[in-house]
């Protein structure tokens, strides 16, 4: 083997990739055998020149590993041959160069801030971000959905240039700074949806934010309504945000500048213009693993902005398809299998340590999303119900504790099902929607 090796290398010495490629030329030129390169690996021979009949039987293929890097075909054939004629050999290849991502550069000024005390408020988050970072000009910090005298554990710091956010973020992230005694979270926050003014022209539907939990979406229609009766469409209300649908643009517009800032069931709320969003394109993103504030908005994710946690899991392709959504063009979700070859070293790791696109079903997502949250797993309860043809149809109950202030929380799909598993995938993925 060694011998080999230093023969073709010239006593050790690494060779060029012309080098390279001038013995594996020479190498098929001797043996008469074909060279292909697909999927991640080198197919020599298979056939070999001259084979007549089927391909050799099961148990004349052999596994070889820990092969030096630098060593190719020209120097592993001979070694091989010494046990007998080759029908084929695949090299499984390592490649180093990379597809580059181009994107538009934003001029970021934001940051997230995260696991912040739930009893602090905007005065005193903002006084201890300004101890330890520059240049800050604004903390943006929303109540909590169901208590609207504490936060909800996140904030946005806004700094008065791109530079000064990301020494922020500098700042911030080795974890060194622990204000109240707690280890704060830190990224850049998403940037808002941009929607051209053409557009933005024919909005008539309005986004209201800050709502109480126990507002009906009759008393938000009706509160609408006040200022000029009968221009309300439609409310539609989720958790403590909604949006309020008008008939005509020049109401929505009028309704905007009266209601926002006033008081409903004793929480003042927000109010400003719902931004439109391509339906068939959140959907493509969400199939290609990219989460955007547009796609967040479309299902019932609002951005970070609007009050929610930083990130959310990506709805599962199941739910598009039994709501009907799904877009033929729509690429599914990316799943690949991989020899396990033996000596590979296996490591233990925690589902709760991977980042989200490790997980393809809005049930993983909805136990990861949980425990990110400090709360209790998801906890499933199945129900049953006949269809006119006899069918059994199936729908789950998805109950969500929180552990810090033992509230609870009940999610069921308008939608059934004929099997378990779809019926508990439609449930995650309506709760996700939700939360």
């Not at 020479?26 to 007549?52: C, H, I």
């Not at 910090?141 to 000064?164: I, L, Q, W």
């Not at 609007?306 to 039994?322: C, E, F, H, I, W």
């Amino acid at each position: 083997h060694e011998e080999n090796k230093t023969a073709a290398n010239g006593c050790g010495k690494i060779r060029s990739g012309a080098q390279n490629g001038a013995a594996l030329l020479a190498l098929m030129e001797k043996t008469g055998y074909s060279m292909v390169q697909q999927n991640g690996q080198r197919k020599f021979g298979g056939p070999p020149p001259g084979w007549e009949g089927p391909p050799p039987p099961r148990g004349c293929e052999v596994f070889v590993g820990k092969i030096p890097r630098d060593m190719y075909e020209d120097e592993l054939v001979p070694v091989f041959e010494r046990a007998g004629k080759i029908y084929e050999l695949r090299l499984m290849m390592e490649f180093s160069g990379k597809f580059i991502g181009v994107c538009v550069s934003l001029d970021n000024c934001r940051l997230f801030i995260g696991a912040i005390p739930k009893d602090k408020k905007k005065e005193e988050i903002l006084n201890e971000m300004k101890k330890v970072t520059e240049g800050v000009v604004d903390v943006i910090v929303y109540p909590n959905a169901t208590d609207k005298t504490k936060n909800r554990g996140f904030a946005f710091v806004e700094y008065e240039s791109h530079r000064a956010a990301a020494m922020a973020r500098r700042r911030l992230i080795p974890g060194t700074f622990q204000p109240w005694g707690h280890t704060i979270q830190v990224d850049w926050a998403d940037p808002e949806k941009v929607v051209d003014e053409e557009t933005m022209q024919r909005v008539k539907v309005l986004y209201v934010r800050n709502l109480m939990i126990s507002t009906t979406e009759d008393k938000i229609k009706a509160e609408f309504n006040k200022f000029k009766p009968g221009v309300v469409e439609r409310v539609k209300k989720l958790r403590d945000y909604a949006f309020v649908h008008f008939f005509h643009r020049e109401d929505a517009v009028a309704a905007m500048s009266v209601m926002n800032g006033k008081c409903i069931d004793g929480a003042s709320i927000e109010v400003t213009l719902a931004k439109p969003v391509n339906k068939e394109s959140s959907w493509k993103q969400h199939f290609n693993g990219q989460i955007s504030p547009s796609s967040e908005n479309l299902l019932g994710f609002p951005n970070k902005e609007d009050g929610t946690q930083k990130s959310l899991g990506k709805p599962a392709s199941l739910s598009v398809r039994l709501n009907g959504q799904h877009s033929p063009g729509s690429p599914e979700v990316e799943r690949s299998t991989y020899p396990f070859f033996p000596g590979i070293k296996l490591t233990p790791v925690s589902m709760y340590s991977l980042k989200l696109n490790h997980f393809s079903s809005a049930v993983m997502h909805l136990d990861y999303f949980c425990h990110k949250n400090s709360w209790a797993p998801p906890e499933y309860c199945l129900y049953s119900t006949t269809s006119q043809d006899g069918k059994i149809l199936l729908v789950y109950r998805v109950l969500i504790s929180s552990i810090a202030d033992d509230s609870q929380s009940y999610f069921m799909p308008e939608k059934l099902c004929t099997t378990v598993e779809d019926a508990k995938e439609l449930a995650a993925q309506f709760t996700l929607l939700h939360l």
